[in-house]
């Protein structure tokens, strides 16, 4: 691992958390940035755009790429989606593998740990969701976490609770190369407004779905419009067959004026303004195995 830096240079760089689905990667990078610029769910495998939040400080600018969960490809999304965060772990200078305090270190720990153990970048252990175990199981975790490879660093912290994610950023930036400015000040993520919306929409429209859906919705922004003080987003919900469609509209459209209120109300604290939001569902049969529909939906 690469040692320490002098202090009184500035430092900027690309960071990313991994780690396997529900590891509280998403969460953390919220917390850090202070904003909500990754979907969170409880749903494994719902991050599918590489998203990042740029963290500026006074001697460093940490920016923070979020990947999705590495994962067994069972159908063409999921083999490109493997493609994607490898390609991010390549290119970054610190990775932060997750590893959630409450559950055992398991095998998809290790086998993550051996893919990132031959990468350039620094690595550290982030032991995360603490403000769920008592002090006992915290230090065994510890212990049984940092016996799994040689990292540069393990550091406990809890997202929810804000506890040590200062310390956290204090660590990764530490391992930053010195490097001018990467991002201007107010810049706090440079993936295009439609993205993020989609990606309201689509966490919106995974929330309280049975098991069956996550992989199966994507969403599209088809059209943005000024009218006045208001801007009107026209979206389409994408799912793979009829039945999927049914739950995702919900009796008598309960289900889907649920999920329009719940994301109108994330994407006008994002924006900062009014917003009519339309939402249509549409059937794309078996998308996910579909080359043409993938490039369609924006993978």
């Known amino acids: 691992m690469r040692g320490r830096r002098p202090e009184d240079t500035y430092r ?20 850090i940035i202070g904003q909500k610029i990754a979907i969170t769910s409880s749903k494994p495998q719902t991050t599918r755009h590489v998203i990042r939040g740029v963290l ?18 069972r159908t063409l999304l999921g083999e490109r989606l493997n493609d994607l965060v490898r390609q991010t772990w390549s290119e970054v200078d610190v990775i932060g593998l997750c590893v959630p305090a409450d ?33 006992k199981r915290l230090a065994e975790q510890l212990v049984a976490v940092s016996e799994m490879g040689d990292f540069a660093e393990v550091v406990p912290v809890s997202a929810v609770s804000g506890h040590q994610v200062d310390t956290l950023v204090d660590v990764m930036t530490n391992y930053l190369p010195p490097s001018p400015q990467l991002y201007p000040d107010d810049m706090l993520t440079d993936e ?31 059209e943005m419009i000024e009218e006045g003080p208001v801007l009107k987003i026209y979206a389409d919900v994408y799912v793979e067959r009829p039945s999927q469609k049914a739950i995702v509209i919900g009796a008598r459209a309960s289900r889907l004026k649920d999920v329009g209120t719940r994301a109108r109300a994330e994407i006008e604290a994002l924006l900062g303004r009014r917003v009519y939001l339309d939402l249509h569902v549409r059937v794309a049969k078996d ?9 369609r939906l924006g993978f």
């Open 103 to 135: 559950e055992p270190v398991g095998r998809g720990d290790r086998f993550i740990t051996g893919e990132i153990a031959e990468l350039k970048a620094t690595v550290i252990a982030v032991v995360t969701k603490t403000d769920l175990v008592d002090r």
């Open 12 to 31: 900027a760089g690309f960071a990313c958390f991994v780690g396997r689905p529900n590891a509280g990667k998403s969460t953390l990078t919220n917390a």
């Open 192 to 222: 295009p407004e439609q993205v993020l919306i989609a990606e309201l929409v689509r966490e919106a429209a995974l929330e309280g779905v049975r098991d069956e859906l996550p992989h199966s919705i994507a969403v599209v922004v088809e």
């Open 56 to 73: 500026h400080r006074p001697d460093a600018q940490l920016v923070l790429v979020d990947t999705p969960g590495l994962h067994r490809p």
């Open 287 to 295: 998308w996910q195995r579909d080359p043409k529909q993938l490039r």
